[in-house]
């Protein structure tokens, strides 16, 4: 069983930025893919960045310019940079690994973007 333990959500107001953190009860390196999505209220789930083994990066569009996805592997542990919030990023994140044909998921954390 894998489990994944994220960090960090918090009301914040619109500008503002927080980091999210999920950490991992296993070497990060053993996933060949790490991620963070994000669902809003009445919404699907996202896909918000990714991180490959290989340390390649992918965003979506809407985060492109404001997020930076990193990782600490002495710490096990992925990060979620958020800058220059908006409303619209109001959502649960969740951290996602991938490894041998496997999702695995955390419990998720609220971020809520307000003034």
């Known amino acids: 069983q894998v489990q994944l333990v994220e960090s960090g959500g918090h009301l914040v107001q619109p500008g503002g930025s927080l980091r999210l953190s999920c950490a991992a009860c296993r070497s990060i390196f053993s996933f060949e893919i790490m991620a963070w999505h994000r669902q809003a209220p009445g919404k699907e789930r996202e896909l918000v960045a990714r991180i490959l083994k290989t340390g390649s990066t992918e965003y979506a569009d809407p985060v492109k310019g404001r997020f930076t996805i990193s990782r600490d592997s002495a710490k096990n542990t992925v990060y979620l940079q958020m800058n220059s919030l908006k409303p619209e990023d109001t959502a649960v994140y969740y951290c996602?690994?991938?490894?041998?044909?496997?999702?695995?998921w955390g419990q998720g954390t609220q971020v809520t973007v307000s003034s």
């Open positions: 996602n690994a991938y490894s041998n044909w496997k999702n695995f």
